[in-house]
């Protein structure tokens, strides 16, 4: 059978699709048998570029999947009509279609209440799925597979009228991704688990899309909602920074070198930044920002769910509950920070800027007026375990800064007893940049170059744009939806995950709104307000400003 499977995942490669005779190869597998092509980070550029068939049907073995021989799968988006629809998820259909990474006998299903004609909504969803010359053919082979179904999200037999288009496909497995207002999602899921889930052996996957509630409270009424419809394994809360290539080689970074597991503690390191940073403000869609604000948008989920992979100890296995455990409890362990330990700004207009930065957030008119929301904020939160004790994990995110940038940054304490002269002896840091130019490197020192014995500050480095130059960089979103079909939850948000991030969060949102604390202004373009650098020092940051990452435009921590 092996042999047979690597037969035809070599024909699937010259056709870019991965036929039903390879997947029903594959079920027959063991997921311990190892499959061609998989080749680890000392792989020569030409092994590592595989990433159509071979690449997936790797990742296939490690997470075995249950489709089933012939199988037939209908992924369906509600609201289908939505923006996150149209620049996201059709074009992340599309890529992995294209690709030949998705199950044989695959079809697409678009539900909103739009009357949208399959015409119309394809011209809606082109500008964004960057299909390349030579492709047509295969774009009208992607949108033969699909349909759309216009209705109500709370009349029951608009859902039966779903039900029957997806029943048209056969007995199905069914994949519903919720890209939906939160004003409608209750009834949206309750007619879903009413009327239009599987039967039989097959399955049924519900992908919800965040905001998940606005506090605590708000999302414990979600999870139990959820909670009475549907199985946790049935329910898949994305996350799509969980699916950049980054922040999931934290994983391999930390568990997979014995370099790092003796150092990785508050004996040796002084403090841990994680930096979101945006050079843009919110371009008219400040109504929507408004009621959420920095924090929620992008702290409580994405930084947080990245803390917890920095922080969380090693697993028993790569078994998606393992690794999930381990992130709760490094949650579990977080007190919620005060506001000493919180540091909240607004952007201001740049009067010498040119465009958008010359507006401030006040100035864009769908903000209203007055507004005290943070466009900036940097929290420090600890982990109090015997691991990190004393170690402060610095978030920091902002629209309208300097930089697009996504990085984590572990700073080391300083050399005992420096013998070298002139403070040239800088702290080491380990820097994992998500965002823009993957990469990972080291900052250290090295003698400069010369007859001297003097220390300057270098770096071990491993960019990607260097290291793997002919690789394709799969977008987050790809991921996980290929993580959806094959029944993979490693990177998607468990419920008292979600629970203990707005457990930690939800006292400091709850203040801010009751006290309503003025922001701190900073100018569009500039890294934040001053008194955040001042914070940095506060919890055992150190920036000296001297060293530049020679793969950036900056040398801005």
Known sequence: MYKKFKQLVRADKSSGHVSEQAFSAKSQLSPEVPLPGRSGPTSTNKMASIVSADEVLSKIRDEVVHEGHGASHVFLIMGASGDLAKKKIYPTLWWLFRDGLLPPKTYFIGYARSKLSMPALQKNCLPYMKVKEGEEDKVKAFFKLNDYVAGSYDKTEDFMRLNKAIEEKGSCNRLFYLALPPSVFETVTLNLKAVCMSKGDKWTR????????????????????????FKEEELYRIDHYLGKEMVQNLMVLRFGNRIFSPIWNRDNIASVVISFKEPFGTQGRGGYFDEFGILRDVMQNHLLQILTLVAMEKPPSTHAEDIRNEKVKVLKSIHSPNMEDVVLGQYVGDPNGSGDAKDGYLDDPTVPKGSVTPTFATVALHVQNERWDGVPFILRCGKALNERKAEVRVQFRDVAGDIFPGGEVKRNELVIRVQPSEAIYMKMMAKTPGMSINAEESELDLTYGSRYKDVKMPDAYERLILDVFMGSQIHFVRSDELYEAWRIFTPLLHHIEKEKPKPIPYVYGSRGPPESDEFFKKFNFTYSGTYKWP???????
Do not use: C, Q, T, Y
Request: net charge positive; no cysteine.
């Open 206 to 229: 519900i992908v919800v899309e965040k905001p998940f509630g606005r506090d605590l409270a708000s999302s414990n009424r979600l999870s139990n909602h959820l909670a009475a419809l």
């Open 551 to 557: 793969h950036s435009n900056s040398s801005k921590m």
